[in-house]
């Protein structure tokens, strides 16, 4: 019975990387905490007192805002290392 072929080229190894790592600013987790905070205290103040005088000017524009600090929050998340 012939014999099978063995393989003659050496078996292909990437060659090496340092990693480097990557590290977050410092100011970025109290930003990204204090965006989310904002945002809900934002609306729940919208929901308790509706009446106070900057809420009332805005109207239900406040749900926005507050989802805006939110999301902005959520955006500075996804950078965080």
Do not use: C, D, E
Not at 12 to 41: C, D, E, F
Not at 43 to 62: E, H, K, Q, R, S
């Amino acid at each position: 019975m012939p014999k099978s072929h063995t393989r003659k080229k050496a078996v292909y190894t990437p060659p090496q990387k340092t990693q480097q790592v990557k590290v977050s600013p410092r100011w970025l987790a109290p930003v990204m905490v204090a965006a989310w905070i904002i945002g809900i205290l934002w609306i729940a103040v919208f929901y308790i007192a509706p009446t106070l005088p900057g809420i009332a000017t805005l109207g239900n524009w406040n749900l926005l805002a507050g989802f805006v600090f939110i999301i902005f929050g959520v955006v500075l998340s996804t950078r965080w290392r």
